[in-house]
DNA sequence: GTTGAGCGTT
């Protein structure tokens, strides 16, 4: 008989509920394309994304699926975990994180060094600085995060084929 | 055809 107080499903401790599901486990094979079809059966997503390995470009084996309500994210969650996509065994959960890293404070966000006084270099020094060396863990300030503004555009396969050499301008690849 | 349990800057 369990008796299981909590739902002790991995190291991290439980996460709230959110509309952001980390989806875990994945085959490499499956793609956004994918999560989409079997996660929007519980309710309308705002965005699913695949963690790509920045190296070989190849799925890191999760990805987070955005739901509008958490109502549908909640069921989703409790449907979709365990569920077997691809041959293999999924693990959903709440996420943790809200959202990718800042996407980037761009700036260093210390004080500008004072340099000797009065100096009137015109050039705006933004300096990028050691900031992502750092812990910009501690940055977590995006907490109502509106992820309509980053729709991705992934490139085609069909891109390079297509792409001029001359004009590279307006091409707008097919959908689908 | 990678095997782990993990949380993200394409």
Do not use: W
């Not at 094979?29 to 705002?46: I, W």
């Amino acid at each position: 008989p369990m008796s299981n107080r909590r739902r002790h499903t991995g190291s991290r401790a439980n996460p709230d509920p959110n509309t952001c599901l980390g989806v875990f486990g994945l085959s490499l094979y499956t793609t956004e394309r994918d999560l989409r079809e079997v996660f929007s059966r519980y309710g309308p997503l705002t965005g699913v994304n695949v963690v790509y390995d920045q190296r070989t470009g190849r799925s890191r084996g999760f990805a987070f699926v955005y739901f509008e309500r958490i109502d549908d994210a909640k069921e989703a969650m409790e449907r979709a975990n365990g569920m077997e996509l691809d041959g293999r065994r999924i693990r959903v959960d709440y996420s943790i994180t809200k959202r990718p890293h800042t996407p980037t404070p761009g700036i260093y966000m210390g004080r500008p060094t004072h340099n000797g006084g009065g100096g009137s270099s015109s050039s705006g020094g933004r300096r990028r600085d050691s900031f992502y060396d750092r812990g910009y863990d501690r940055y977590d300030r995006y907490d109502e995060y509106d992820y309509r503004y980053s729709r991705r555009r992934s490139p085609s396969p069909y891109y390079s084929r297509y792409r001029s050499r001359s004009r590279s301008r307006s091409y707008s690849p097919r959908r689908y």
